[in-house]
């Protein structure tokens, strides 16, 4: 069974960081992007970033450009989104998602920011930012 698994997500601080895990099981990372997408109450969901596997690039919605870093460790079957200097736009439920038909994030760029490109999603992780 196909199954990704978020964590990490929690209350933190304007300014303070957060790194969040994407954990797959039923099948590995070796042959799948990575997306990361978020979802504030009464917004769409929106794309905030993505690991390919084939060449390791990374793509970032202008929004989080420079604050995260997404990073995966295929040993682990386990992506990551590290996230810095959070701001108060940034609270959402946090949702990471699989794809086996993007072959380049830096290559299709903001076309892996669309959900559609997705196959397999994950349940969520809450990030709140508050003081």
């Known amino acids: 069974q196909v199954q990704l698994v978020e964590s990490g997500g929690g209350l933190v601080q304007p300014g303070g960081s957060l790194r969040l895990s994407c954990a797959a099981s039923g099948f590995t990372l070796d042959y799948d992007a990575i997306g990361w997408f978020r979802q504030a109450p009464g917004k769409e969901r929106e794309g905030v970033s993505c690991?390919?596997?084939?060449?390791?690039?990374?793509y970032y919605a202008d929004s989080v450009k420079g604050r995260f870093t997404i990073s995966r460790d295929n040993a682990k079957n386990t992506v990551y989104l590290q996230m810095n200097n959070l701001k108060p736009e940034d609270p959402a439920v946090y949702y990471c998602?699989?794809?086996?038909?993007?072959?380049?994030?830096?290559?299709?760029?903001?076309?892996?920011?669309?959900?559609?490109?997705?196959?397999?999603w994950g349940q969520g992780t809450q990030v709140t930012v508050s003081s």
């Open positions: 998602a699989a794809s086996n038909r993007i072959t380049s994030a830096q290559a299709m760029g903001v076309i892996t920011m669309i959900a559609g490109w997705y196959d397999y």
């Open positions: 690991i390919s596997s084939s060449d390791g690039s990374t």
